[in-house]
């Protein structure tokens, strides 16, 4: 038996592969992202540079008239969107194994950073326990907790997704775990952001794909607790039921919800123009908190607000196609939860602000004055950005022309001389 050997490789075909793979690599790095990405990135930064605007312009008046710096409380937002921007650009290019392995520790940090609020370093406003004052700065743990409960349930009912049709496998540990980490925040008579936490929870079953009759046990369960929370405070209950269409409460429970409808109201359709507001002057409270929006109102008018409308409505429906469009349960769950509660707390602050719920302390997502609010729901939008690359739009291009490539005949092959 005759055995030909086979010609040795030489340096140039060994370069020539080299460089071949380097260009595919290389490729790869300079990939176009996903227009889900284009369009949560661009709806987040818009957002927050808007929101950095507006609340220069709602606290400037303030801070003069107390001998302040017009410029203090811009500066101090625009301190955490500095932070925070950077950081949700570096949390997109982390993969899905480094959010499944923190799924755990990071819902551990959370409740533990919240339970500090009981300590000498919490500090409490209007009534509520859920700051902890480290410096001249002041720090919420309950927003990361919201990032950290969505991520927590999506780990683990990634783990059950052959066992979501029995109900003891959709409930034990995600509802006993999740109650746990959200009683930490009603100890704190934070109402606002317990709903919040309740809506990520929920969010997260649902996408999940749980059945409807095991949806609708933890439905009617937040629900119940919800109303029980409320029916436990005759003071929180005066403040739900307060009636706001007459002047008969307006130096009571009335007072922001009057003055944040006056202050829309005179803003018409163009607005009375940007700093010209006349709510802000000691009139609105929390104008830079959670009555931004009326500020917007009355200084950019019916325009601004449908701005700021259009923008969430671009997030969110870019937060949704990647739901739609991943194969990836955990992607689906978490990015669910995620969506429901920036999504969500947008529509409650909004619906706040002009009457159609009572006043509940839930900050606009990335506009409302509070630096923590603002870095907590940018590392979120970080998550969503890794999610939106997981997205095979990309790669699939470049594998149909590499295809495509491949089945073309090369030049002179296939022919027969005769």
Known sequence: MTQVARPPRSESGRTASGGLAARVSLGRRFTPVSTEFLMIASAALLLTIFGLVMVLSATSATAVSRGENPMDGALRQGVFAILGVPLMFLISRLPMAFFKRMAWPALFFAVALQM???????????????????????LQPSEFMKIALAIWIAFVLLRKQAMLGTWHHVFIPVIPVALLAIGTVIAGNDLGTSMVLVLILLGCLFFSGVKLRLFII???????AVLAYALSSTDRMRRITATCDDMSAYTGDCYQSI????????????????????????WLPAAGNDFIFAIVGEELGLIGCVVVLALFTLFTVG????????NDPFIRVAAGGLTVWITGQAVLNIGV??????VMG??????????TALLAVLIACGVLLSFARTLPVGEERVAVRATEAGRRPAAGRGRVTR
């Open 259 to 282: 003055h944040g409808i006056w202050g829309m109201a005179s803003g018409g359709i163009f607005g009375v123009g940007l700093g010209n507001s006349q709510e802000k002057y000691g």
């Open 116 to 138: 500090v609020v009981f300590t000498p370093l919490g500090i409490e406003d209007g009534g509520n326990r859920n700051w902890i004052g480290i410096g001249s700065f002041t």
């Open 319 to 326: 937060a949704f196609h990647v739901i739609r469009k991943t």
């Open 353 to 358: 602000v002009i009457g159609v719920f009572p």
């Open 362 to 371: 839930v900050p606009l997502p990335f506009m409302s004055q509070g630096g």
């Open 218 to 224: 933890p439905v009617i369960l937040g629900v119940a």
